[in-house]
Protein backbone atom coordinates (compact mmCIF):
# COMPACT_ATOMS: atom_id res chain seq x y z
CA UNK A 1 0.00 0.00 0.00
CA UNK A 2 1.32 3.28 -1.56
CA UNK A 3 1.69 6.21 1.50
CA UNK A 4 -0.55 8.18 0.14
CA UNK A 5 -3.18 5.54 0.41
CA UNK A 6 -2.35 4.60 3.33
CA UNK A 7 -2.52 8.06 4.70
CA UNK A 8 -5.99 8.28 3.69
CA UNK A 9 -7.27 5.57 5.10
CA UNK A 10 -5.57 6.29 8.32
CA UNK A 11 -7.59 9.68 8.19
CA UNK A 12 -10.88 7.68 7.18
CA UNK A 13 -10.78 5.31 9.80
CA UNK A 14 -10.23 7.87 12.57
CA UNK A 15 -13.39 9.41 11.66
CA UNK A 16 -15.20 6.27 11.72
CA UNK A 17 -13.54 5.81 15.01
CA UNK A 18 -14.84 8.62 16.86
CA UNK A 19 -17.99 8.38 17.86
CA UNK A 20 -17.09 4.51 18.85
CA UNK A 21 -14.73 6.11 21.36
CA UNK A 22 -16.81 8.47 22.59
CA UNK A 23 -19.15 5.66 23.29
CA UNK A 24 -16.63 3.65 24.84
CA UNK A 25 -15.65 6.56 26.75
CA UNK A 26 -19.49 7.52 27.97
CA UNK A 27 -20.50 4.48 29.19
CA UNK A 28 -16.62 3.95 31.21
CA UNK A 29 -14.86 1.64 29.21
CA UNK A 30 -11.26 2.45 28.47
CA UNK A 31 -8.95 2.25 25.53
CA UNK A 32 -7.78 -1.88 26.30
CA UNK A 33 -11.34 -2.59 26.21
CA UNK A 34 -11.33 -1.50 22.59
CA UNK A 35 -7.65 -2.80 21.62
CA UNK A 36 -8.75 -6.01 23.11
CA UNK A 37 -11.67 -5.77 20.39
CA UNK A 38 -9.76 -4.82 17.64
CA UNK A 39 -7.23 -7.75 18.02
CA UNK A 40 -9.97 -10.59 18.00
CA UNK A 41 -12.18 -9.09 14.84
CA UNK A 42 -8.52 -8.59 13.02
CA UNK A 43 -8.16 -12.60 13.57
CA UNK A 44 -11.66 -13.48 12.57
CA UNK A 45 -11.54 -11.14 9.94
CA UNK A 46 -8.23 -12.08 8.85
CA UNK A 47 -9.11 -15.66 8.94
CA UNK A 48 -12.21 -15.02 6.71
CA UNK A 49 -10.14 -13.37 4.06
CA UNK A 50 -7.67 -16.22 4.06
CA UNK A 51 -11.05 -18.92 3.58
CA UNK A 52 -12.51 -16.51 1.17
CA UNK A 53 -9.09 -16.47 -1.05
CA UNK A 54 -8.80 -20.33 -1.05
CA UNK A 55 -6.12 -20.27 1.46
CA UNK A 56 -5.90 -22.07 4.84
CA UNK A 57 -6.55 -19.76 7.81
CA UNK A 58 -3.24 -21.03 9.85
CA UNK A 59 -2.14 -19.60 12.76
CA UNK A 60 0.80 -18.82 11.32
CA UNK A 61 -0.76 -17.19 8.19
CA UNK A 62 -3.37 -15.06 10.62
CA UNK A 63 -0.21 -13.68 12.42
CA UNK A 64 1.31 -12.59 8.82
CA UNK A 65 -1.47 -10.58 7.88
CA UNK A 66 -2.37 -9.35 10.88
CA UNK A 67 1.13 -8.34 12.99
CA UNK A 68 -0.16 -10.45 15.94
CA UNK A 69 2.11 -12.84 17.66
CA UNK A 70 1.55 -16.75 16.91
CA UNK A 71 0.43 -17.18 20.49
CA UNK A 72 -1.87 -13.68 20.82
CA UNK A 73 -3.54 -15.08 17.58
CA UNK A 74 -4.36 -19.03 19.86
CA UNK A 75 -5.05 -17.22 22.58
CA UNK A 76 -7.90 -14.92 20.71
CA UNK A 77 -9.17 -17.70 18.94
CA UNK A 78 -9.53 -20.03 21.96
CA UNK A 79 -12.09 -17.65 23.78
CA UNK A 80 -15.70 -18.62 24.26
CA UNK A 81 -17.89 -17.17 20.89
CA UNK A 82 -19.87 -14.34 22.26
CA UNK A 83 -23.33 -15.46 23.05
CA UNK A 84 -26.33 -13.89 20.75
CA UNK A 85 -26.74 -10.53 22.30
CA UNK A 86 -30.41 -10.36 24.25
CA UNK A 87 -31.02 -7.65 22.80
CA UNK A 88 -30.71 -8.23 19.84
CA UNK A 89 -33.40 -10.82 19.70
CA UNK A 90 -35.64 -8.22 21.60
CA UNK A 91 -35.45 -6.44 18.72
CA UNK A 92 -36.19 -8.94 16.02
CA UNK A 93 -39.10 -9.91 17.76
CA UNK A 94 -40.48 -6.79 18.01
CA UNK A 95 -40.67 -6.08 14.77
CA UNK A 96 -42.04 -9.81 13.80
CA UNK A 97 -44.89 -8.98 16.12
CA UNK A 98 -45.30 -5.72 15.07
CA UNK A 99 -45.14 -6.92 11.06
CA UNK A 100 -47.91 -9.72 12.12
CA UNK A 101 -50.16 -6.77 13.58
CA UNK A 102 -50.31 -5.55 9.98
CA UNK A 103 -50.00 -8.11 7.45
CA UNK A 104 -51.41 -11.48 9.78
CA UNK A 105 -55.53 -11.08 8.83
CA UNK A 106 -56.56 -12.26 11.71
CA UNK A 107 -55.21 -9.18 13.63
CA UNK A 108 -55.66 -6.69 10.79
CA UNK A 109 -58.15 -5.04 8.53
CA UNK A 110 -56.90 -4.15 5.04
CA UNK A 111 -53.14 -3.67 6.80
CA UNK A 112 -54.24 -1.60 9.23
CA UNK A 113 -53.96 -2.93 12.66
CA UNK A 114 -56.77 -3.34 14.82
CA UNK A 115 -56.95 -2.75 18.35
CA UNK A 116 -56.50 -6.17 20.30
CA UNK A 117 -58.15 -7.66 23.76
CA UNK A 118 -55.13 -8.62 25.77
CA UNK A 119 -55.75 -12.13 26.17
CA UNK A 120 -57.62 -14.90 24.12
CA UNK A 121 -57.04 -17.79 22.19
CA UNK A 122 -57.50 -16.06 18.74
CA UNK A 123 -57.35 -12.19 17.62
CA UNK A 124 -55.92 -11.36 20.75
CA UNK A 125 -52.42 -9.58 21.69
CA UNK A 126 -51.67 -12.70 23.55
CA UNK A 127 -52.43 -14.49 20.18
CA UNK A 128 -50.28 -12.19 18.06
CA UNK A 129 -47.40 -12.25 20.53
CA UNK A 130 -47.46 -16.43 20.36
CA UNK A 131 -47.17 -16.71 16.74
CA UNK A 132 -44.79 -13.86 15.96
CA UNK A 133 -42.43 -13.87 19.10
CA UNK A 134 -41.91 -17.31 20.47
CA UNK A 135 -41.82 -18.07 24.03
CA UNK A 136 -41.70 -14.46 24.85
CA UNK A 137 -44.15 -13.85 27.35
CA UNK A 138 -47.13 -11.63 25.78
CA UNK A 139 -46.81 -9.12 29.43
CA UNK A 140 -42.99 -8.84 28.47
CA UNK A 141 -43.52 -7.73 25.14
CA UNK A 142 -46.40 -5.49 25.96
CA UNK A 143 -43.80 -3.75 28.55
CA UNK A 144 -41.43 -3.74 25.62
CA UNK A 145 -43.51 -2.44 22.96
CA UNK A 146 -45.50 0.38 25.86
CA UNK A 147 -41.82 1.49 26.49
CA UNK A 148 -40.98 1.62 22.52
CA UNK A 149 -43.70 4.14 21.93
CA UNK A 150 -45.13 1.42 19.71
CA UNK A 151 -48.59 0.26 21.82
CA UNK A 152 -50.75 1.39 24.29
CA UNK A 153 -52.80 -0.36 26.39
CA UNK A 154 -56.16 0.95 28.12
CA UNK A 155 -59.00 -1.33 30.01
CA UNK A 156 -57.68 -4.53 28.24
CA UNK A 157 -56.91 -3.46 25.12
CA UNK A 158 -54.27 -2.96 23.20
CA UNK A 159 -53.69 -0.47 20.23
CA UNK A 160 -50.52 -0.28 17.92
CA UNK A 161 -49.87 3.44 17.43
CA UNK A 162 -46.47 2.89 15.36
CA UNK A 163 -45.20 -0.19 13.21
CA UNK A 164 -41.91 1.33 13.71
CA UNK A 165 -39.59 -0.29 16.41
CA UNK A 166 -37.07 2.02 18.29
CA UNK A 167 -36.53 1.40 21.46
CA UNK A 168 -37.14 4.98 23.56
CA UNK A 169 -35.92 3.74 26.99
CA UNK A 170 -33.76 -0.18 26.32
CA UNK A 171 -30.37 1.24 26.25
CA UNK A 172 -29.30 -1.93 25.46
CA UNK A 173 -31.24 -1.92 22.51
CA UNK A 174 -29.86 1.14 21.44
CA UNK A 175 -26.47 -0.02 21.26
CA UNK A 176 -27.85 -3.13 19.36
CA UNK A 177 -28.95 -0.41 16.40
CA UNK A 178 -25.90 1.31 16.74
CA UNK A 179 -23.77 -1.92 15.84
CA UNK A 180 -25.88 -3.44 13.44
CA UNK A 181 -27.22 -0.40 11.68
CA UNK A 182 -23.86 1.11 11.90
CA UNK A 183 -21.96 -1.79 10.45
CA UNK A 184 -24.31 -2.48 7.40
CA UNK A 185 -24.18 0.96 6.13
CA UNK A 186 -20.08 0.16 6.71
CA UNK A 187 -20.49 -2.73 4.74
CA UNK A 188 -22.24 -0.84 2.00
CA UNK A 189 -19.55 1.58 1.51
CA UNK A 190 -16.84 -1.25 1.41
CA UNK A 191 -18.33 -3.14 -0.40
CA UNK A 192 -19.12 -0.44 -3.10
CA UNK A 193 -15.26 0.65 -2.64
CA UNK A 194 -14.12 -2.74 -3.60
CA UNK A 195 -12.81 -2.25 -8.24
CA UNK A 196 -13.65 -5.50 -8.80
CA UNK A 197 -17.68 -5.13 -7.45
CA UNK A 198 -20.00 -5.48 -10.37
CA UNK A 199 -23.61 -5.64 -8.20
CA UNK A 200 -23.08 -1.91 -6.32
CA UNK A 201 -25.81 -1.44 -3.59
CA UNK A 202 -27.71 1.60 -3.84
CA UNK A 203 -26.02 4.17 -1.94
CA UNK A 204 -26.75 8.34 -2.09
CA UNK A 205 -27.33 11.14 0.12
CA UNK A 206 -28.27 14.69 -0.50
CA UNK A 207 -26.71 17.24 1.65
CA UNK A 208 -25.35 21.02 1.96
CA UNK A 209 -23.82 22.92 3.87
CA UNK A 210 -25.69 26.54 2.90
CA UNK A 211 -28.82 25.68 4.53
CA UNK A 212 -30.70 28.73 7.23
CA UNK A 213 -30.75 27.68 10.25
CA UNK A 214 -33.96 28.79 9.91
CA UNK A 215 -35.00 26.17 7.88
CA UNK A 216 -33.45 23.48 9.70
CA UNK A 217 -36.49 22.50 11.43
CA UNK A 218 -38.89 22.54 8.60
CA UNK A 219 -36.61 20.26 6.85
CA UNK A 220 -36.04 17.56 9.95
CA UNK A 221 -40.00 17.38 9.58
CA UNK A 222 -40.07 16.86 5.96
CA UNK A 223 -37.31 14.36 6.17
CA UNK A 224 -39.30 12.39 8.99
CA UNK A 225 -42.36 12.35 6.93
CA UNK A 226 -41.30 11.43 3.50
CA UNK A 227 -38.45 9.08 4.79
CA UNK A 228 -41.45 7.02 7.12
CA UNK A 229 -43.59 6.81 3.82
CA UNK A 230 -40.65 5.30 1.99
CA UNK A 231 -39.85 2.66 4.97
CA UNK A 232 -43.50 1.75 5.23
CA UNK A 233 -43.71 0.81 1.26
CA UNK A 234 -40.55 -1.05 1.49
CA UNK A 235 -41.94 -2.92 4.19
CA UNK A 236 -44.85 -3.84 2.92
CA UNK A 237 -43.27 -5.14 -0.17
CA UNK A 238 -40.88 -7.29 1.58
CA UNK A 239 -43.70 -8.65 3.93
CA UNK A 240 -45.67 -9.86 0.94
CA UNK A 241 -42.16 -11.06 -0.50
CA UNK A 242 -41.30 -13.40 2.81
CA UNK A 243 -41.19 -17.39 2.08
CA UNK A 244 -44.17 -18.59 3.44
CA UNK A 245 -41.95 -21.93 5.08
CA UNK A 246 -40.39 -20.50 8.77
CA UNK A 247 -37.80 -22.99 8.19
CA UNK A 248 -36.69 -22.41 4.67
CA UNK A 249 -33.31 -21.88 4.36
CA UNK A 250 -33.91 -20.38 0.32
CA UNK A 251 -33.34 -17.14 1.57
CA UNK A 252 -31.61 -13.88 2.25
CA UNK A 253 -31.24 -10.94 4.44
CA UNK A 254 -31.86 -7.05 3.44
CA UNK A 255 -32.22 -4.05 4.96
CA UNK A 256 -32.68 -0.39 4.07
CA UNK A 257 -31.78 2.80 6.22
CA UNK A 258 -32.15 6.20 6.14
CA UNK A 259 -30.31 8.54 8.64
CA UNK A 260 -30.20 12.37 9.13
CA UNK A 261 -27.67 14.38 10.58
CA UNK A 262 -27.09 17.93 11.56
CA UNK A 263 -24.27 20.10 12.78
CA UNK A 264 -24.97 23.56 13.69
CA UNK A 265 -21.99 26.06 11.82
CA UNK A 266 -20.08 24.76 8.64
CA UNK A 267 -19.15 20.90 8.43
CA UNK A 268 -15.96 19.53 9.00
Known amino acids: MNSTLHNALINTSEKLVRPIVRLFLSHGLDHVALADL ?24 IAGMTGLSRKEVTRLQSLPPEAAAESSQRRHRAVQVLGGWIHDEEFSD ?62 LDKLEIFGTDGAELLRTIEHNIRADTDTPRFQRKVSTTELRVDALAA ?29 SQDVAYVSVGIYFYEEKGRAK
Open 219 to 247: FRELNEREAMVLLEKLNTWLSENEVDEPD
Open 38 to 61: CRRIFVEEGAAMLREDGQRATVSA
Open 110 to 171: DGVARPLPLQGEQGSFAALVKRYSGDVPSVAMLGLLRSSGNVTEADGVVTQISPVYLPMTTP
